[in-house]
């Protein structure tokens, strides 16, 4: 994308992160990483994020550092102790164990039944093969065990959007595990951090492949986070695509539940811009509403969406609490997003835009430009170049070299085109 271009005035919403090298935790790590000990480094911010595991510039500077020592041509022992302990996902997978067995022996477990088959309501399972909905399921499932709240089944809906804005705090599944006398003070904490600082979001890959782990930033709110994915869940997906799944943390570390799908890039975008409609509605109309009760949402516009692909390379991101937000209303709606998705894909196919034969199409006149060709829309305003950017990173997710065209452009190589880890 042009370096010229100018990042769009604040709307009001926008926050901007604190720059990470302000916390002395992270400048003492980043110095034993340019001493040559980047494993060192991290393993010091790994025991601040069990204890901050909200902090961004923690989180993006262990992300830097723990490449710093995937990179090194011969690491030490601290540099593969730290690579092999973010690798290990047995933390993740001990806590989703524990849940399920205090799901089974409380009446938790009927609660979260029944909410997960109410979010399946309005998914098309008839026309879904039976693997698709299965995911379906497994996403109602784990929104669920998120979000389900037993006050919200107890009052009458007028009364319960009264306590939620006075401040009604209500137990979930996870809340109630971890303060459960049985629970170990291990798998509590990592209860509360699911419960607290989970985050659902449209996880944009530049590069997917795990190094070891991906950069993605979450499209609806342009959060970036350095993200621990399974080796299933990202082994050969495209560039630029967009996992719609959870992150959670897990002593200090995000990792991807691996419940979820993957979507191109243009599905994204529609996904992006139903979910960020329902944040609004939500604060407009019943600001306060518990997430599992005010589930927003209609048809996701399919091919009519603004480029949310490329939002974050002109706006700021729009903060923790927003994104919170958004991520909730997301869970919430995971489910039925799914269904969609899957049943736009049987109608309609994986549509995809033609690849443009050479450098001759710069000149072209595009319906998406408005008529303008892309050469124009480059010199134009910032609209007119987030859309051509769009494209041509579809045409990169479809696996086209997009070199020749940038060059046509007089682009080159954006700034969208690197993986930016808060370095």
Known sequence: MPRSRRRKKSDGRDRKPKRPGADPVVARARALSRAGHPGEGAGLLEQY??????????????GSLLRNAFEMDEPGESERDAIARFRDRSGLEEVKRAVAEFLDRTRWGALVTDRAATGLEEVPQRILSVAETRECAALAFEAAVWGAQEEAGRMPLNKLIALYRDGLVPDTPLTAFASDSGTPPH?????SDWAEHSHYGLWQLIYPEPRPGAWARDLISGTQRFLDFPPEVIGGAPRWSVWLG???????VWRVTGTGLMLSPAEADAVAAVVDHGVDMMAKTLSGMPLAEMVPGGP?????APPWGVRWEYFNPLGPEYAKRAGGVL????????GQVYQHRISHGRAEAPVPAGPSWVREPLAALDGR????????GAPWQMVLESRLRQFEY?????AGLRTALGWGEGEGEGEDGGT
Do not use: C, N
Not at 331 to 338: G, R
Not at 398 to 402: L, M, R, V, W, Y
């Open 49 to 62: 994020l069990r204890e901050h595991p909200g902090s961004e510039p923690a989180g993006h500077a262990y």
């Open 187 to 191: 798998l509590a904490r990592r209860a």
């Open 246 to 252: 959870g992150a959670i943390v897990v002593d200090g």
């Open 300 to 304: 996701i516009p399919f091919g009519k």
């Open 331 to 338: 869970m919430m709606l995971s489910a039925k997003i799914a």
């Open 373 to 380: 060709t892309p050469l124009q829309a480059a010199g134009a």
């Open 398 to 402: 479809q696996g086209a070299d997009t």
